[in-house]
């Protein structure tokens, strides 16, 4: 059975207006009631310090920085911005080096484009029903990438960054 959608608040941030409105679209046919289309970082982090936004979808190029800007912003800013908020971007490329670009930087999931509406709700409802808990350590700040292992009888772990600390405890 698919979430219920309609009370989450979406904020949509591309520079290319006509893909904005394509993401939209899907959006509301998969029954957000709530989304919010900007073309600029500045404009995303107004918004997102004013009012409560549930999930970004925002473009990821390596020209244009408006994911990463945003995405590093949600993520260390001091202020009332929830640093969990899911962020899914859009990237031009399925390059692994794109993808994991995008990783780094902080996202819950990554789209190559063309997206299309299967992808985009299958990866939105796997952000919703499987959270994932977000750590910070010096060079990271994001969802939780590690596997999880038993730390008792497994021996060192070279993924495992001693610094690395959960943003929020887990339920």
């Known amino acids: ?22 993401i939209s679209d899907m959006l509301e046919a998969f029954g957000f009631d709530n989304v919010t289309e900007v073309a600029r970082t500045s404009t ?13 979808v ?9 994911g990463l800007q945003l995405t590093t912003m949600v993520r260390t800013a001091e202020d009332n911005l929830d640093p969990d908020l899911p ?9 692994d080096d794109a993808v994991q670009k995008a990783f780094r930087c902080g ?9 299309n509406a299967k992808e985009l709700f299958s990866t939105i ?7 994932k808990p977000q ?19 497994h021996h060192q772990d070279r993924r495992y960054a ?10």
């Open 1 to 22: 059975m698919a979430p219920s959608f309609d009370q989450l608040n979406v904020l949509v941030v591309h520079n290319n207006e006509p893909m904005r409105a394509i």
């Open 44 to 56: 995303a982090f107004e918004i997102l310090a004013r009012h409560q936004v549930d999930l970004i």
């Open 58 to 66: 925002a473009q990821y190029e390596n020209d244009a920085p408006v």
């Open 87 to 95: 962020i899914i971007f859009i990237t031009l490329s399925a390059e």
């Open 107 to 115: 996202a819950n999931a990554a789209i190559a484009s063309p997206i």
């Open 125 to 131: 409802y796997a952000l919703f029903e499987r959270e």
């Open 135 to 153: 750590v910070k350590s010096s060079h990271y700040v994001g969802p939780d990438r590690r596997k999880a292992i038993n730390r008792e009888t």
């Open 162 to 171: 001693q610094d690395m600390v959960p943003l929020r405890k887990s339920a």
